[in-house]
């Protein structure tokens, strides 16, 4: 068949952009409301069509730039969907990215131009199309990744207490862990620094504030990193 006979089909990208909430200790969702039909003013994940001229990843970076103003932060492509009848309006594949980012790095003026909004991974919206099945996927994600990337350096203020890691990771996994025993793992495997400050906003005493060792983290990515929680 000659490539002018057969049927087009548009193709979009995605973006799970997934950040965490210290003070509510919450995994979050960036979701903004859907500006074309079918579906205006429904929820969606933030995401355009591909222009002609530019590559997959390229359409990806440029939706998450312009709708946080982040252009140099984690962002991997992790699913295709292409389900002939995903979209009313017609044949649409989409490309699913995924993003962790740190809550203060985005610029919330952005954010709100285009009618944005943070909502926890356990309180979410109904979502327009397969959207729900793109968050859920990217949850079942989020947790093989945690047990060989430390996602904390992508999610958690460069400074932070122990117990907010391990909030995090409780987050991440959907139920309690044992204080104790993670900290003896996460402290076993040197990405940790101690630093010689205390965040005292919980208590007199005060927990002693942390940061992760760039170089460890990178010589354990290059050999492998295993982190298994439960």
């Known amino acids: 068949m000659a490539y002018d006979e057969s049927k087009k089909a548009w193709v979009a990208v995605d973006c799970l952009v997934l950040g965490y909430d210290v003070e509510t200790k919450s995994i979050n969702v960036l979701s903004f409301k859907r500006q074309v039909d079918p579906f205006a003013g429904q929820w969606s994940l933030i995401g355009e069509f591909i222009n002609e001229e530019e590559g997959i990843d390229d359409a990806a970076k440029r939706v998450l730039e312009k709708y946080t103003g982040l252009n140099d932060v984690f962002l991997e492509q992790i699913s ?89 990771y409780e987050a991440i996994y959907g139920n309690q862990l044992d204080d104790r025993n993670f900290r003896k793992k996460i402290l076993s495997t040197d990405l940790l620094q101690r630093l010689n400050e205390k965040d005292k906003s919980g208590s007199k005493k005060g927990a002693f504030l942390y940061q992760f060792n760039q170089e460890k983290y990178h010589e354990l990515m ?3 990193y295993h982190l298994e929680l439960v």
């Open 222 to 224: 290059s050999k492998g």
């Open 80 to 168: 295709v969907y292409g389900n002939t009848n995903r979209d009313p309006a017609g044949r649409v594949i989409s490309i699913l990215y995924w993003s962790l980012i740190k809550l203060d790095d985005i610029h919330k003026d952005l954010v709100n131009k285009h009618g944005a909004r943070w909502f926890s991974i356990e309180d979410l919206p109904k979502m327009v199309l397969d959207h729900g099945e793109m968050i859920k996927f990217g949850r079942e994600y989020l947790l093989s990744k945690a047990k060989n990337t430390p996602l904390g350096f992508e999610l958690l203020p460069q400074k932070f207490t122990l117990p907010q890691l391990l909030h995090l």
